[in-house]
């Protein structure tokens, strides 16, 4: 019956955790947010925050559980193998790694894998991905998830045929905390018009032809010369930077000779994305928002985990992956 549960979902990142529980139509009936992502558990490790889940809903029948993310790395609670790109989504629902928990067992879902001369990795995206696909018409587009690694993906129907990784969020949060850019930032509160002014100040960089190397120190010098105050230092470092992903992915992924690209995750972040796409001269991509609990949903559908009976989930529980 619709509203009665029928998924744990669950996005397990490195800081963070998401978990949604849904009913067999997909609707989301609660939602749950922790800081316990994988590097930060606590006293009983990833049994005690799944049990936690467990009895904060009191779910005492056992019932399919997805995970995606960082749980499935190395360092997560059990290492599922990359799966190589392209990947589809039946291909994705067919690799799921299994980790037996006192709650039945946990389903994974892989990561993706581009090799080659610069090889690349995914965990956690390509489930939003999903996610988004069906939002989407088909066709042919490019799915851009700003944060701390920013991916950049190209979607052909169901398909995920190519990605490419920018460290925009993690060079931001280098640059701030450990470089002599970082030392300019006031402490008095900003304007928030003034804020999107330094930040498109910093975009525009992008379009000097100068590589970022050598544009990086403008966010010192731009104050110095009296040009940006410095309370607005960090907003043109931000722009600086997510102007340089932007041209290089627009260039990367060719997107003028396709459909305009859609952003995927939190929307103050997406919104900043969409201020930086309009100062650069492109239109302002839509934002689908979090996709991630569609994207479980869809791969539990596609992986058949809704249609086994309670009996099957609880006598797994003890499988070995």
């Not at 922790?34 to 889940?53: C, E, K």
């Not at 690694?149 to 460290?167: C, D, L, N």
């Amino acid at each position: 019956m619709l509203h009665d549960p029928a998924l744990l979902g669950l996005d397990w990142g490195t800081s963070s955790l998401r978990a949604w529980l849904m009913d067999a139509g997909g609707t989301i009936m609660h939602e749950h947010y922790a800081r316990h992502g994988i590097l930060n558990l606590p006293d009983g490790g990833f049994t005690q925050v799944l049990s936690d889940i467990h009895a904060q809903w009191r779910l005492d029948a056992p019932m399919p559980m997805l995970a995606c993310g960082m749980v499935g790395s190395i360092n997560g609670w059990r290492e599922v193998p990359y799966l190589s790109c392209p990947a589809t989504l039946s291909r994705l629902a067919g690799a799921l790694g299994l980790q037996p928990t006192v709650h039945g067992l946990l389903h994974i879902v892989p990561g993706l894998l581009k090799d080659g001369p610069l090889p690349d990795v995914m965990r956690g995206e390509e489930t939003q991905i999903i996610g988004m696909m069906e939002t989407g018409n088909g066709g042919h587009r490019t799915v851009i998830l700003p944060g701390t690694h920013s991916k950049w993906a190209q979607v052909e129907g169901r398909t995920i045929t190519e990605f490419h990784t920018f460290m925009t969020g993690e060079l931001f949060a280098v640059l701030m905390q450990h470089s002599i850019l970082g030392r300019l930032s006031a402490t008095a509160p900003p304007d928030a018009s003034q804020r999107d002014e330094a930040f498109v100040m910093g975009v525009r960089t992008a379009l000097s032809g100068i590589p970022l190397a050598g544009r990086l120190f403008s966010a010192r010098t731009v104050v110095l010369r009296n040009r940006l105050e410095r309370a607005y230092a960090a907003d043109y470092l931000s722009g600086l930077l997510i102007g340089e992903e932007i041209q290089a992915g627009m260039t990367a992924m060719d997107i003028a000779s396709q459909a305009a690209p859609v952003l995927v995750g939190e929307q103050a972040l997406c919104q900043r994305y969409q201020l930086a796409f309009t100062a650069l001269g492109h239109h302002a991509p839509p934002v689908a928002g979090n996709t991630a609990p569609a994207g479980l949903f869809r791969l539990a559908q596609a992986a058949h985990l809704l249609d086994l009976p309670p009996s099957h989930v609880h006598d797994q529980k003890g499988a070995v992956a």
